[in-house]
């Protein structure tokens, strides 16, 4: 059968630490009285304020002035660092909050920084390293929780993020970002009703940022209430009428209500916005084929596939299509490249057996549904499809 996926919102938010105080007196190798020393506190201060308005560029070149009038000003490398990551000279970034930990190793914002610039670099292990040495220095440092969650997440702990989501909200019950990503986390172990909740107090804190919305109708879907979940993205798009997942995930609940037609809408205007988004072109190629126009279901997967050639999903709906259609050869063909991309697509053996039932291959069918039933035993459909070819 055709296979269609709810898209949610999976961002890492990648929050540094700007330092704005003054300079600290460790860091100093000159009177607080000299000229020099001012004039690196005033090209740090207006570095920092570039930064933060964004202007990385102007803002690096301001901290080199601050660092050739004093080199040993820790805070400067700790923001130069963070003006480099943003611009993606993350390496540059690493190598300035590592100078500042050496110039003063109890900058905890400084750890917490340099964790992020090393997931950049896929260093998860080194980074929560880092988050860890942050605690230590600050246990009531709540980026580092947050920023340690994230990267627990990110190593399938999902256990160990919610922890650490749960101790940032246990300082700061209004930070945002933990509630948001441990509504995540709770999605991912399949614990609805907690992952609701987070999302709604994300929402409670900010209404005005999508990705909770996003998410939480993703959920509301998965329980079968599909009204909630249009009203979230009807939220979504009253904020910001471009949020291209909220159309796909209308559509795609307008098509579990049977409501095809709006679905295609939906997806026209996912379109309209980025003519280029192929999973737009698979959801209205399956709406199409639910319509009972196969053709124009597949001009929507040849479209998609185009863009995403390696799109296992497009293969599997378009190889049911051709089924329907029954041109098996094409089906199996399609189906096949799912596989070749995707091994363990359990979806497409299903939809290969059925297929081989169709040709009256029965052997190759049992084949397909074993295999289907082996990567994904709780599946009721594969099961009992299963059972009637053995009999």
Known sequence: MRISYFRSIFCWVFICVLISGCIN???INIAESHKDEIAARDWFKKGTVLAKKGNYEQAILAFNKALELNPSYADVYINRGLSYDSVGY???????????????????????????????????????????????????????YYLRGLTFFEKGDIDRA??????????????FESY?????????????????FDYTKAIEINSRITAPYVNRGVVLAEKGDYNRAIEDYNKVLEINPREIKAYINRGLVWETKGEFDRAIADYNRALEIDPKYSQAYVHRGDAWGEKGDQGRAIIDYDKAL?????DAVAYNNRGYTWGEKGDFEKAIADLNRALEIDPKFAEAYYTRGNIWVKKGDHYRALIDFSKASELDPKNERYRNRLREIRH
């Open 25 to 27: 007196d460790s860091t």
């Open 90 to 144: 993350v390496d540059k970034a690493i190598d300035d909050y590592t100078k500042a930990l050496y110039l003063n190793p109890y900058l905890f914002q400084g750890y917490a920084n340099r964790g992020n610039a090393l997931i950049k670099k896929g260093k998860i292990d080194q980074a929560i390293a880092d988050y860890n040495k942050s605690l230590e220095i600050n246990p009531s440092f709540v980026l580092a």
């Open 162 to 175: 919610i922890g650490d989501y749960n101790k940032a909200l246990e300082i700061d019950p209004f930070n």
């Open 180 to 196: 948001y990503n441990r509504g995540i986390a709770w999605g991912e172990k399949g614990d609805l009703n907690r992952a609701i």
């Open 306 to 310: 185009k863009l995403n050639p390696n």
